[in-house]
């Protein structure tokens, strides 16, 4: 697989202790995965899945309940699961008044998420939810159209290096790094030939991205 176009996205799980307390590092250890994975965009919604599936174990089946949160991907979907071992204990999604103290936990899982649902194993029950990442593929690159058209022009760049080099057909990401190295070298040298600043033009490339990038952060 070219990884110039792929983001390796591995499940992954922690086993926790139903507590309000763990509530916080949990929403801070998908944060961090979901950034790693370049899903910047869903990670507060995540969030505030994990924190109401959690919720709901500590409410209807008890503080201190051993507990897993998994996170994988379902095809082009983040899914989110919290394990407990209490099979009678099912989440209902139920309307809740204005003046009600509890009972919104699964509703805001029901308007955040595009699905959700239950699983009944014989020591446990899965509650599951999935979110749509925007990704044309599980191990895509989000970011949209720039991305994609540096990853294209990378996998290019490092096809002829891999025939130079070493004959192999899979890029790395260690290759793909060489690469773009490369194509911001050769672009320079274009530049340069065609009598423009190529210091200057570097300048503003990278006045574009940290705009870019801050507009991105200020969104999230």
């Not at 899914?79 to 071992?85: G, K």
């Not at 008044?97 to 699905?115: F, H, P, Y």
């Not at 290096?161 to 057909?169: C, E, I, M, P, V």
Request: charged share 20%; hydrophobic share 45%; aromatic share 4%.
């Amino acid at each position: 697989m070219d990884c110039t176009s792929c983001v390796p996205r591995k499940s992954w799980d922690v086993p926790f202790a139903a507590e309000p307390r763990e509530v916080s590092g949990l929403r801070r250890i998908m944060r961090l995965h979901l950034g790693l994975w370049g899903l910047h965009e869903i990670s507060e919604a995540a969030q505030l899945c994990v924190t109401e599936l959690v919720a709901n174990v500590i409410t209807h089946v008890g503080a201190g309940t051993p507990t897993t949160l998994a996170v994988s991907m379902n095809g082009i979907r983040l899914r989110i699961e919290v394990h407990d071992p209490d099979t009678r204990a099912l989440p209902t999604l139920i309307q809740a008044d204005a003046d009600s103290e509890g009972g919104r936990g699964m509703a805001l899982v029901d308007a955040t998420a595009d699905r959700w649902g239950v699983q009944l194993h014989a020591d446990r029950k899965v509650t599951w939810c999935e979110l749509s990442t925007g990704l044309n593929s599980p191990n895509g690159h989000s970011g949209g159209a720039r991305v994609a058209r540096a990853g294209a022009m990378l996998g290019l760049y490092g096809a002829a290096r891999l025939s130079r080099t070493s004959g192999q057909s899979t890029l790395s990401v260690a290759v793909a790094e060489e690469a773009a190295i490369d194509v911001i070298a050769d672009l320079l040298h274009w530049l340069r030939v065609h009598g423009l600043d190529a210091d200057e033009a570097l300048d503003r490339a990278q006045m574009h991205f940290e705009a870019e990038v801050g507009l991105a952060g200020d969104v999230e």
